[in-house]
């Protein structure tokens, strides 16, 4: 299926059940034009971007500079709402999960990850997944459909609300959210355009505000968009690797036998802006006697020769019917070494989350494809 027929098939909602659309989403041209086609200025356009985005507001009536008829046309037809928020999770090491609902009912989890240095939000772009990796909970759920720019900036949104970053929640010394990983429910550069519909929203210095260089986005390989991704957004790339050859490969990762690792690297070889200040992820999940030998990792350091790039080596992250078990750490850390004495960075990433299912591969909500009416 090409990105276009996927997107149609699987595209998100306009509008909410009450038929109005979100404002949340929008560019400031965008905002704009709205405004001329509701007969109104131009320039209250980027009155109403700024309460949005600058300063957190969900009422339109907070607007407080917008005419009284202006906030009442809105809230006839538009909203700036945020996710239903059904369950929140907190981990013993201070991970949160949170479940959230979308207009439509269905469901994405949402995880924060706080570190001394940086907290890290890790932000869905599907509900559900279409690539049936083989060790990850996310694939066990069928594709129900992609996020639309709303949804996915309402999820950073709210995580602002929760950590009180807004302007109007008072003076703190720095940030919370410093970061943001797309590495949530979904495949993102299947539902490239409104990931980078989002993202631009995030990057932009009167928007979220948040810098390209603290943006992540992780995919498992869609070649087509990886190079498209670099050229438009500038964001920091991470591949889920996962397997040194394409034998291993296509067996845990099906998306592989549509684009093998030779076209897969030369996608990353041309991602723009790659150097040894700014390399490519590669994550690698360790699987206990599948891929964690000395020789799968002796094979994957002659394929990314050449490369700027990292390799995390992630503690598999067990959940119930995943048949596969964690590898034990010894043998991480001998694979460790062999990356490091081939002049690789191989950092073993420490899981987060763990005990309430928030750690990598883990995430799965109770959503289910909706069958369609004859």
């Known amino acids: 299926m090409s990105i276009s027929s996927h997107s149609d098939k699987f595209a998100a909602p306009r509008r909410d059940s009450a038929g109005r659309a979100s404002l949340v989403g929008m560019d400031l041209p965008q905002m704009q034009a709205l405004m001329v086609e509701e007969g109104l200025p131009a320039f209250r356009a980027k009155q109403i971007w700024n309460w949005i985005y600058q300063r957190g507001k969900t009422k339109f009536d907070d607007m407080a500079n917008l005419p009284k008829d202006l906030r009442a046309k809105l809230n006839e037809g538009y909203v700036i709402d945020r996710p239903k928020v059904i369950t929140e999770q907190k981990s013993e090491d201070g991970t949160i999960k949170w479940l959230l609902g979308m207009s439509d009912g269905q469901q994405v989890e949402m995880v924060f990850i ?188 002659q394929l990314l020769r050449g490369l700027d790039c990292k390799i995390n080596l992630i503690p598999f992250n067990a959940w119930e019917g995943s048949g596969y078990q964690c590898s034990p750490m010894e043998r991480i850390e001998a694979f460790a070494r062999v990356l490091e004495k081939a002049g690789y960075d191989a950092p073993i990433r420490r899981p987060r989350g763990r005990d309430i299912l928030a750690a990598c591969g883990q995430l799965k909500s109770e959503s289910q494809r909706q069958k369609r009416s004859s």
């Open 114 to 301: 706080p570190t001394p240095t940086r907290g890290t939000l890790c932000v869905s772009s599907q509900v559900g997944c279409t690539l049936t990796c083989k060790f990850c909970h996310t694939g066990t759920q069928p594709l129900v459909r992609n996020l639309g720019p709303h949804e996915i900036l309402q999820q950073v949104m709210y995580a602002k609300d929760v950590l009180k970053e807004w302007p109007s929640d008072g003076e703190k010394e720095g940030r919370d959210l410093t970061n943001i990983v797309m590495m949530g429910m979904g495949e993102p550069l299947y539902n490239y355009d409104n990931v980078a519909a989002a993202l631009r929203i995030c990057m932009h210095q009167d928007g979220l505000g948040i810098s390209k260089r603290h943006i992540t986005l992780s995919t498992s390989g869609v070649v087509p968009q990886i190079v498209q991704c670099g050229e438009e957004l500038g964001v920091n790339l991470a591949i889920s690797l996962h397997a040194p050859n394409d034998d291993l490969r296509s067996q845990i990762m099906p998306i592989n036998n549509k684009y093998p690792l030779r076209e897969l690297l030369g996608a990353c070889r041309k991602y723009p802006g790659v150097s040894q200040m700014r390399r490519i992820t590669f994550e690698y999940v360790m699987l206990d006697g599948i891929n964690d030998q000395d020789e799968h990792a002796r094979e994957m350091a």
